[in-house]
């Protein structure tokens, strides 16, 4: 059983950076695949961003492409989201999610498992 813990959530102006992480605990973390997802009020939860095991390979959504950065240190046990040019329609509950195998998706069921979340509000 893997546990997820997400951190680094907070109010920011629009324009401004937050760097999320999500560390892992009770399984092999360097043998799954990690994704952060995003959720908003009345909205379904969307794929942001993933990354494969390795590190070597990741996606991205188009709303955030070019201004998230997904990275992950498996000494650590962390998977890390550095976004920057934050906007107001990137405010939501995000969360990490783990998945065992090499396959980099951005399909929600795809994960097994899945943190508790992290609060990002962008004010305008």
């Known amino acids: 059983q893997v546990q997820l813990v997400e951190s680094g959530g907070g109010l920011v102006q629009a324009g401004g950076s937050l760097r999320l992480s999500c560390t892992a605990s009770g399984g092999t973390f360097s043998s799954y695949g990690m994704g952060w997802f995003r959720q908003a009020p009345g909205k379904e939860r969307e794929f942001g961003a993933a990354?494969?095991?390795?590190?070597?390979?990741?996606k991205y959504a188009d709303s955030v492409k070019g201004r998230f950065t997904i990275s992950r240190d498996n000494a650590k046990n962390t998977v890390y989201l550095q976004m920057n040019s934050l906007k107001p329609e990137d405010t939501a509950v995000y969360y990490c999610a783990a998945r065992p195998g090499a396959v980099v998706t951005t399909t929600p069921k795809s994960y097994e498992y899945w943190g508790q979340g992290t609060q990002v509000t962008v004010s305008s």
């Open positions: 990354i494969h095991w390795s590190g070597g390979t990741s």
